[in-house]
């Protein structure tokens, strides 16, 4: 009775209620409807990795045909029309649900529909079938992050009541659908009734279509793209459409991850509501104009990542609502005051500069009232000093300090900054010293990585107490002493770099233990000596181990083949005493083999059968003391060298993040990581490790015998270096067949006979040398080998022709001749080569040789290759007596 003088009561005063209460005592819903709904619960599955959200649970579970639960209307994420009975409203986002629809799908039937939302399921790659127009009521479609690809059907075009379209899906590797034929325009003409637009991810490939016009009503537009990987699969090009100043209801503009180009528009400031604008990542040029101002409701601006130019405008300052402003990696000019941003704003809590060329003045304000910031990225910001802000600073989540003239100690109280939020904090590339009060455990509870790379901080490594630190980065400093145990407690640890330090001691066991993470760990370039320990365990996760220049002895352990996921070894420059680690080639994802200056010796035994080093491109174990012939049936094996794959450019540090994504590129320092190889007398530095980089380099060594000629079946090749051995017998004609050679050494052995012909087809050919060896005749001419000089062909007295001055006579396979140094091949004596190292910016690109600058070009035209814009980069220059 209580119950009925309520309703009865609201009746007065609102209809709605009354009208709820009735739809309780409808008749029960259609049954074709509840027939449909039940066939689609049936014709998928319940799988709860099909959603990755953590409030999802299976909705259609409690879908059933009991008595009691036949009213489909009140089913889980069900909705029904109060006056027809008809489902219009079917909500499973993140409902588990994973399997195949296609047109025959009973979801169809309900016809009725102006909701759907089937956010976060697994479809399983379906295409949106075309019955999709069944539901030509729909206002409302939601299929983000559900798993559907192809082609947008053109009938979902014309569901002219649409609303709100939601088909973004953000994932790294895949497009999942696409927008072509019919295209943006086309939607901009059929669906004039939008209000939100989201189809970040979407594969577009146009310019922005000027019909984007049509849609008045638009509040929320969202065109960005989000792949790092292939910026060949274009999205939006060209210039910001001047349509979009008629979309005045606009809130959120999100256009960022695109190709536009041209100048910010001035009547973009015309769209008074926006309080989104992010128009990052494209190739905008121009200034920042003045009149953003005028955009008084904007919270969220992010312009980076553009080519924007001079200073950032004053007027700025009066977007008094602003939350978030990156305007990093430009070519913003000019001189910046803090204090200007710290007074302006009260609810800023992102301030990004990084990567301009603005200088930031740090000022000195204390005031007491003054806002918390989140994000501040201050990289090459010409900063001396740590900004006096932080000082109020209790909340930071993000800190880049990086590139910047910061000289002395880092004081405590910067730690305070962020002791319970702080996850990244990255203050490499400074002048830093020391910690105030000699700190060795940094107290950052929260911190996930820490970049101190690249300062001068001296003494014990200091170590994070956060238990989720993944990345841990500490290279190129002055640290000594040994790795305390309690890096054995950083159970999360993903990378570890502490090389090129001053370190010492034995390497802690635990390093290899499957217990941790760990996945890259770089201890190069230290004093830390002993036996490598014998603790790799099966299950780690280890992919990249660099323990070269260090003092390590003994063998190379056997635990070492536990480590499947390895992909990267360099144990070079130690004074490792072994046979050839052949065992090692059951690693099978093993790319980088690096041995070199070690005492390395012995025969290296053929392999058993050809499963072994299948993916390895770079071996190097030059300055050995390996015998006997070299391992021709190895490289029948070595199938990774046998691919010409120049198309498809990857690098190892991608596959080396595996999942791990942006920002993992400087939250793992692999922004810049190189590898060196000896080639004659040179070293190459390769600043990123392409999966085009192949080379072997079996130089300085005691092998003997001939050049088997399987090694001419390895297409991929592009360095090979056999110089300094006892080589004899003719050179190959089919190393001819070595389409993509660069770099052929060698020198210093006893092989006799002509140069064959042949390697004059070799037109990548840049390095050649065949220098002291008993070699006749004249020597090839054309292509690259009107290049070299007479230095290649030295030290064989039977060589004649151009560029050595010896003219051929018509004789041209006169008898050789004995070589008076061949004897004295061992004695040749002590060469000191100055390792070459790139001088920055020009080299400091994808593959980084330091060869010349026509090679540079010929890298360049091949590759589209552009000067990194951030030219700093380690410098290992070492000397080194080469024999
Ligand atoms: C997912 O799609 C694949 C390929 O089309 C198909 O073989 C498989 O059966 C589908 N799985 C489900 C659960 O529908
Ligand atoms: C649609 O999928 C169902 C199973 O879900 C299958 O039995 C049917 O053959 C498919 N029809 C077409 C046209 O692919
Ligand atoms: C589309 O709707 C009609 C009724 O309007 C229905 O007869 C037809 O079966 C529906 N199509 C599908 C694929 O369910
Ligand atoms: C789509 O659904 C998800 C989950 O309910 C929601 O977060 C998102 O905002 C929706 N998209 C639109 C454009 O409303
Ligand atoms: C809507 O889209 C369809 C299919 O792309 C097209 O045939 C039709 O002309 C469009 N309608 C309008 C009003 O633009
Ligand atoms: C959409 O815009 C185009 C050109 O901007 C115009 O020709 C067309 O009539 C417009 N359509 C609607 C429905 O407003
Ligand atoms: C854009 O707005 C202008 C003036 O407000 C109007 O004349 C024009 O028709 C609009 N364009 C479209 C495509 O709606
Ligand atoms: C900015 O606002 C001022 C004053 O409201 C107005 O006069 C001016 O035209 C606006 N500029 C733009 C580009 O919208
Ligand atoms: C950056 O601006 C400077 C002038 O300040 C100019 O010389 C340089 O070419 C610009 N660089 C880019 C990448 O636009
Ligand atoms: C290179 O990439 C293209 C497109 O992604 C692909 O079709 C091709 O198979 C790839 N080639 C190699 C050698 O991986």
Known sequence: MIWRHLVLFSFLICHLAIAHFISSTQPLCHHHERSALLSFKESLVINQAASSYPSAYPKVASWKLDEKDRDCCSWDGVKCNE????????????????????????????????????????????EIPSEILNFSRLAHLNLSRSYFSGQIPAELLELANLEVLDLSYCDFDNFFLKLQKPGLATLAENLTNLKALDLINVHISSTVPHTLAN????????????????????????????????????????????????????????LKKVSTLALGSNQLSGRIPVEISNLTQLQYLQLSSNQLEGSVPSSIFE???????????????????????????KGLDALILSSNKISVLTGTTSSTNMQKFKIIGLRSCNLSEFPSFLHNQDQLISLDLSSNKIAGKIPEWLFSAGTNSLDYLNLSYNLLMDFEHNLRVLPLNKLGALDFRFNKLKGPLPIPISVFTSSYLVSNNQLTGEIPPSICS???????DLSYNNLSGMLRGCLGNSSVQLSVLKLQGNKFHGFIPETF????NLRMIDFSSNLLQGRVPKSLANCIKLKFLDLGDNQITDFFPSWLGTLPELEVLILKYNNFHGVIEEPKACFEFVKLRIIDLSHNRFAGNLPSKHFECWNAMKDVNAHNLTYLQDSLLGAVRY????????????????????????????????????????????????????????????????????????????????????????????????LGELSTLEVFDVSDNLLIGPIPRGKQFDTFEKGSFDGNPGLCGQPLSKKCDNTATSPPEEDPRSESLFAFGWKTVLIGYASGTVLGVVLGHIFSTRKYEWLAKTFRLQPKSNGRRRTVGRHRQLM
């Open 319 to 345: 977007l008094r609502n602003l939350q978030m402003l990156d305007l990093s990696f430009n070519n913003l000019s000019g001189t910046v005051d803090l204090n200007m941003f710290l007074l302006s704003f």
């Open 490 to 496: 950083l159970n999360g640890l993903y990378a570890l």
């Open 83 to 126: 006056d027809t009975g008809h489902v219009v409203e079917l909500d499973l986002a993140s409902s588990c649900l994973y399997g195949s629809i296609n047109s025959t799908s009973s979801l169809f039937q309900l016809v009725h529909l102006q909701r759907l939302s089937l956010f976060d399921n697994n479809f399983n790659f379906s």
């Open 537 to 540: 365990s099966k299950g780690t």
């Open 215 to 270: 849609l008045s009503s638009l509040r929320f537009l969202s065109l960005s793209g989000c792949r790092l990987q292939d910026l060949s699969h274009n999205q939006l090009t060209g210039p910001i459409p001047f349509g979009i100043s008629n979309l005045t209801q606009l809130t959120d503009l999100v256009l960022y991850r695109n190709q536009l180009t041209g100048p910010i528009p001035y009547w973009l400031m015309n």
């Open 663 to 758: 920002p993992a590129f400087t939250y793992y320092g692999f922004s810049d990581y190189s590898l060196t190889l000896s080639n004659k007398g040179t070293e190459l530095e390769y600043e990123k490790l392409s999966n085009l980089i192949t080379a072997i380099i079996l130089s300085n060594n005691s092998f003997v015998g001939e050049i088997p000629t399987s090694i001419t079946n390895l297409k991929g090749l592009r360095t090979l270096n056999l110089s300094n051995n006892n080589l004899q017998g003719h050179i190959p004609p089919t190393l001819g067949n070595l389409i993509v050679l660069e770099s052929l050494d060698l020198s210093h052995n006893k092989l006799s006979g002509q140069i064959p012909q042949q």
